[in-house]
């Protein structure tokens, strides 16, 4: 799945946006964020376009996991 994340100013501040799309729609999530960013450049008032993504079939959690209680680190193994 992918997330395209944007705001635009208004008179009361900056608005969120967000537009999702599936994990099989990589090319129109970049299009949508290229289009943006074309925006962007025209001088309309849309700002901090980014792209997310994350695979509903991971195996693991994301991120890093911690080690298991019993090992012991080592700076240099043999």
């Not at 208004?10 to 999702?20: I, R």
């Not at 074309?38 to 890093?64: D, H, I, M, W, Y």
Request: one cysteine or more.
């Amino acid at each position: 799945m992918y997330m395209i994340y944007w705001t635009e100013a208004t008179a009361d501040g900056l608005a969120p946006h967000a537009q999702s799309f599936p994990g099989d729609a990589l090319k129109d999530a970049l299009q949508f964020a290229e289009a943006l960013r074309r925006r962007q450049f025209a001088g309309e008032p849309v700002s901090f376009v980014t792209l997310c993504s994350e695979n509903p079939n991971s195996v693991g959690k994301p991120g890093a996991a911690d080690p298991p209680p019993d090992y012991e680190w080592k700076k240099r193994r043999p």
